[in-house]
């Protein structure tokens, strides 16, 4: 899933584009071999500026060679988007091509009907109207992003990158994307919504768990509880669960989980210890246990998924010793 085709159009907002753009259009290969190879079309290719040194292409006939096509959002969802890249977005899909539409670029997968019988997101502001212009597709306003398989889509401004991110995480496993985040200085990662390959909620700044959940994350080898927890944070179990969900929209529990999958994620990546090992270093106990929970939370096993993602190693990832 290499080749990259960023779309440009009449109307196309350049914020979500310049993401993608830094995304998938600066090589990479220190962090992940093959990088994606990004080349932007459509109306003024070259409207990004000098800075991306990509080649830009008018028209949208090149879609048809891309593994991957990425719709930026459109800045004025009360008009039909244009038809030429509708019917390029739809004719690149049918052919094989993965499409990810950033804030209200939902409207042109929509538009192409894409989206149809599927679940989708947008901008939380224009959900209500994509709903209605488009009533078989079931819009979620409350998610960061949506990931259909072929078809993504995400909610607005910042999500846009939440989704590029996934998208790389998808591709070329956790510690890539966690390397690449860390370049970037963004979140490495907030939770989309959907289950394939996604690791838990990162805390964001100023949250009043900062402190305690980090040190959870430092600690995720011991056989941490709730009342621990909440001890270290200086309330009670309730108090605590209630500032969990307002900070994460997870109980404790169900967070402490995901981080242990998203721990035991990049030893599978980055080593070659056994998976009794990674089940010990993340808290789990046995592989069994670790199985069942790799299972619940990436609908794989833990053996799969070294083999989808060990061949390609973040350089600022350091492996670990047996």
Same mark, same amino acid.
């Given at each position: 899933?290499?080749?990259? $085709?960023? !779309? &440009?159009?009449?109307? =196309?907002?350049? *914020?979500?584009? /310049?993401? #993608?753009?830094?995304?998938? @259009?600066?090589?990479?290969?220190?962090?992940?071999?093959?990088?994606?190879?990004?080349?932007?079309?459509?109306?003024?290719?070259?409207?990004?500026?000098?800075?991306?040194?990509?080649?830009?292409?008018?028209?949208?006939?090149?879609?048809?060679?891309?593994?991957?096509?990425?719709?930026?959002?459109?800045?004025?969802?009360?008009?039909?988007?244009?038809?030429?890249?509708?019917?390029?977005?739809?004719?690149?899909?049918?052919?094989? $091509?993965? !499409? &990810?539409?950033?804030? =209200?670029?939902? *409207?042109?997968? /929509?538009? #192409?009907?894409?989206?149809? @019988?599927?679940?989708?997101?947008?901008?939380?502001?224009?959900?209500?109207?994509?709903?209605?212009?488009?009533?078989?597709?079931?819009?979620?306003?409350?998610?960061?992003?949506?990931?259909?398989?072929?078809?993504?889509?995400?909610?607005?401004?910042?999500?846009?990158?939440?989704?590029?991110?996934?998208?790389?995480?998808?591709?070329?496993?956790?510690?890539?994307?966690?390397?690449?985040?860390?370049?970037?200085?963004?979140?490495?990662?907030?939770?989309?919504?959907?289950?394939?390959?996604?690791?838990?909620?990162?805390?964001?700044?100023?949250?009043?768990?900062?402190?305690?959940?980090?040190?959870?994350?430092?600690?995720?080898?011991?056989?941490?509880?709730?009342?621990?927890?909440?001890?270290?944070?200086?309330?009670?179990?309730?108090?605590?669960?209630?500032?969990?969900?307002?900070?994460?929209?997870?109980?404790?529990?169900?967070?402490?989980?995901?981080?242990?999958?998203?721990?035991?994620?990049?030893?599978?990546?980055?080593?070659?210890?056994?998976?009794?090992?990674?089940?010990?270093?993340?808290?789990?106990?046995?592989?069994?246990?670790?199985?069942?929970?790799?299972?619940?939370?990436?609908?794989?096993?833990?053996?799969?998924?070294?083999?989808?993602?060990?061949?390609?190693?973040?350089?600022?990832?350091?492996?670990?010793?047996?």
């Amino acid at each position: 899933m290499t080749s990259v $085709a960023l !779309v &440009l159009y009449d109307g =196309t907002m350049l *914020f979500e584009a /310049a993401m #993608a753009a830094e995304v998938f @259009g600066v090589d990479r290969s220190d962090i992940a071999s093959p990088w994606y190879d990004l080349t932007i079309r459509g109306d003024r290719p070259d409207r990004l500026g000098d800075w991306v040194s990509v080649p830009a292409v008018p028209g949208y006939d090149g879609l048809e060679v891309a593994h991957t096509v990425v719709v930026p959002s459109l800045a004025d969802v009360s008009q039909e988007p244009p038809a030429e890249v509708v019917a390029a977005v739809r004719a690149a899909h049918e052919r094989g $091509a993965r !499409v &990810l539409a950033l804030c =209200t670029g939902a *409207f042109v997968l /929509a538009a #192409a009907g894409l989206l149809d @019988g599927r679940r989708a997101t947008t901008h939380w502001a224009h959900a209500d109207l994509l709903a209605a212009r488009h009533p078989t597709i079931d819009v979620d306003p409350d998610v960061l992003y949506v990931d259909e398989g072929s078809v993504l889509t995400s909610a607005g401004k910042a999500a846009a990158m939440d989704l590029c991110l996934h998208v790389v995480r998808v591709d070329h496993g956790t510690a890539a994307a966690n390397a690449l985040a860390r370049r970037l200085v963004v979140a490495p990662h907030r939770a989309g919504g959907q289950a394939q390959f996604v690791t838990a909620p990162v805390p964001e700044p100023g949250n009043p768990l900062d402190e305690v959940m980090h040190w959870a994350v430092e600690h995720l080898h011991e056989p941490l509880t709730v009342r621990e927890l909440a001890d270290r944070a200086g309330v009670s179990t309730r108090t605590l669960a209630r500032q969990f969900v307002a900070a994460t929209g997870w109980a404790p529990l169900r967070w402490l989980s995901a981080q242990r999958v998203r721990l035991a994620q990049e030893l599978l990546e980055t080593t070659d210890v056994t998976v009794e090992s990674v089940a010990a270093r993340t808290g789990m106990g046995s592989a069994a246990t670790l199985r069942r929970h790799f299972r619940q939370a990436l609908a794989t096993s833990p053996d799969a998924y070294r083999r989808t993602f060990q061949g390609t190693r973040s350089a600022d990832t350091r492996p670990m010793s047996p």
